[in-house]
Structure formats: C-alpha cells, structure tokens
C-alpha cells in the first residue's frame, strides 16, 4: 500500500538535473511533495490533483499520470538547499496521505 | 500565526511507563494528523481527526495507542505503558485544504 520511490539516494553537482518517481498500487485522488531536511519536520513542496497539475516553484516541478498512478518531481539547476529527503504522499478519496518510501537528494557545490 | 505546536520536544522515559504527547494545530485548521517516523518504517500516519472525530485509526499499533482531540485546538497521543520499540519521532500535522503542516515533532526515547 505504501508508495514505492525511485531511486533510493541521489547524489548532484549543484546545477544538475534530477527526477524522482513515486508508484503506487492503487487508484489516485492526488498526490503530495514534501521535503525533509535532517532533524527538520516535512515541508510541503506541491500537490497535484486529479485531472490538472500544479507547480509549486519555478525549478521543482511535478507530474500526475493517474491513468499509471505514477507521480514525479523535477529538480531542475539544484542548489546546495535542494539537499534533503523527498517523501511523496499519495491520497484515494479521503483526506488520508500514504508517505512513499522516500529518495534522499544530496546536492554537492 | 505560530505554525503547528507540539510538546514535549524530547522525552525519555522508562519501559512501562506513561507517555502522553501534545499538539496544537494551526487555528482555523480542521484535520489533524498524528504520525511516526523511524528509519525502519518510513512515515506512518497513526490517526487522523476531521473537526474533531477520529476519522481513521487503523494506523494505531496497538491498544497500549490513544488519541484524543477534546476541542479545536488541541489533541493528545498517550503510549500506555510505553515500549522500547515504541522510539521514534512523533509528528502531528494540520491542514485545511490539501497541504498539511507538520509541527517540529517529539523524539521519543523508551529505554
């Protein structure tokens, strides 16, 4: 039941590209973006619904394929801040979010 | 507004005894959640309140688990008797709409 993300760790010079994928098993109302920096509580980052997408920033950006169940989030020119751990959170039909299994992102100068 | 509020920050304590954690939600929030997070099992959601009610807590471990949301703006987690594996950090999280706040959670260490 938990979402499944890939890959597991990233590791980025500053200013490359990177894409993490979130799977899930079952059907799809929305799926959420948080970032958790060490020691940090999650911070929301986006949500995309069903039938639209929606950006949350300008360089961290995110897909809904709801026909696949599949969601995923681009980094795109990664700062050093980008650095953390990247939970997708996935939601049927009520307000309940299922945290993906996460994708630790290490961002290097 | 002081973003979602929990206590105690870290507690330690000794197997079998009384653990209780607090939150406050964002006000004007009407869904609150409590989770667990440890390196094992990722993210898990414990229970969920709408207005309230307890919505969902088929993510409660045991019956040793309660929750309690008396009004608005305040709801309690109480691990009784508390459990070694019962560690972890304990975040609670409000939302209105969509995006959820998670406080700075509690570390929570049975020893």
């Known amino acids: 039941q938990q979402p499944v993300q890939s890959p597991q760790a990233v590791i980025l010079r500053e200013g490359e590209d990177a894409v993490i994928n979130c799977s899930s098993s079952?059907?799809?109302?929305?799926v959420h973006w948080y970032r958790q920096k060490h020691g940090e509580a999650p911070v929301f980052l986006m949500i995309?619904?069903?039938?639209?997408e929606q950006k949350g920033h300008e360089k961290i950006s995110a897909s809904f394929n709801e026909k696949k169940q599949q969601s995923s989030l681009y980094l795109t020119a990664s700062q050093l801040s980008y650095s953390g751990t990247y939970f997708c959170?996935?939601?049927?039909?009520?307000?309940?979010?299922?945290f993906g299994t996460g994708t630790r992102l290490q961002v290097f100068p | 507004d002081a973003g979602v509020i929990q206590s105690p920050r870290h507690e330690v304590t000794e197997m079998g005894q009384e653990v209780t954690l607090r939150c406050k939600p964002i006000?004007?929030?009407?869904?609150l959640f409590w989770y667990r997070q440890t390196m094992m099992r990722g993210l898990e959601l414990l229970i969920y309140?709408?207005?309230?009610?307890?919505?969902?807590d088929s993510g409660m471990p045991e019956d040793r688990f309660s929750a309690k949301m008396p009004n608005a703006s305040f709801s309690t987690l109480k691990i009784q008797p508390s459990e070694p594996r019962d560690s972890a950090v304990y975040f609670c999280?409000?939302?209105?709409?969509?995006?959820?706040?998670f406080g700075p959670g509690t570390r929570l260490t049975v020893l």
């Open positions: 309140f709408n207005n309230n009610v307890p919505i969902d």
């Open positions: 999280a409000s939302s209105l709409i969509g995006e959820q706040f």
């Open positions: 079952k059907a799809l109302y929305s």
């Open positions: 006000s004007g929030h009407n869904s």
């Open positions: 995309l619904l069903k039938g639209g």
């Open positions: 959170g996935t939601e049927g039909n009520t307000d309940k979010l299922i």
